[in-house]
């Protein structure tokens, strides 16, 4: 499958891809530029593919190809460049972001009702009063069962985002990580963009974020830039 989206926001680049490949197919679209030795210790089908499937999105999105390491703490970098990046994997999807000098974040989770049973690990009360007004707002274009988990995905994806762009540990969902405001366009059926404002109370600056988002029949993917 070739590059399903790419976009730019903020100065950022950033691309979403199908994985409908083998690891062999898109293996080869690669040279050994994009091979680092995490690859070969990868014994997991799906780990090889996520892995390749990333090295092929940004060589596709930036016209070539790129190495890409991991800190100790697991935060993605680019080799042999000062630009700033962010990973997301999902079921069938990979998403990156690319911003020159920006501290990025993206996320992209594929749809499912399962996100229900675990809801209250990530969502507080104020966020939960907020949905459910949204839910009285918007029941008459979408069905409540796919209005709610779309807003708890899309709740559970912005703080995966925030969380990117922090890079703090020790950092608590819902105590740390508040939804303010959801902003949705009226009269919409799916897909359809949105912005969602946002803030952290985990550091010293207690960054306000805004984030935007993309919410389809098949996933909710959200992204945002900061500055540093």
């Known amino acids: 499958m070739p590059l399903l989206k790419k976009w730019e926001y903020d100065g950022a680049v950033c691309g979403i891809w199908k994985v409908t490949e083998t690891i062999d197919e898109l293996r080869s679209l690669l040279t050994d530029k994009s091979i680092t030795p995490d690859f070969d210790n990868y014994k997991s089908p799906s780990r090889r593919l996520e892995f390749l499937a990333v090295r092929a999105l940004l ?9 890409i390491s991991h800190r100790p703490s697991g935060k993605p970098y680019m080799d042999s460049s000062d630009s700033r990046i962010s990973i997301s994997h999902t079921k069938g999807y990979v ?3 690319i911003h020159p000098f920006k501290e990025v974040g993206i996320d992209i989770e594929y749809f499912s009702y399962r996100v229900r049973k675990v809801v209250d690990r990530f969502v507080g009360a104020d966020e939960m009063k907020l949905f459910d007004e949204l839910g009285q ?16 995905l899309l709740s559970w994806s912005a703080k995966e985002t925030m969380f990117k762009m922090m890079d703090s540990d020790e950092v608590d969902f819902i105590n740390h990580l508040h939804i ?9 059926n799916l897909p359809f963009y949105g912005t969602l404002e946002a803030r952290e109370s985990r550091t010293a600056l207690a960054n306000s974020m805004y984030i935007k988002y993309y919410i389809c029949d098949d996933f909710v993917c959200t992204y945002s830039s900061l500055d540093l």
């Open 95 to 97: 998403a990156v972001s």
């Open 180 to 188: 303010e405001s959801i902003q949705m366009p009226l009269g919409s």
């Open 137 to 152: 707002k918007y029941c008459g274009e979408l069905s409540a069962d796919k209005l709610f988990t779309s807003l708890y």
């Open 59 to 67: 060589a596709s999105i930036l016209g070539k190809e790129c190495k």
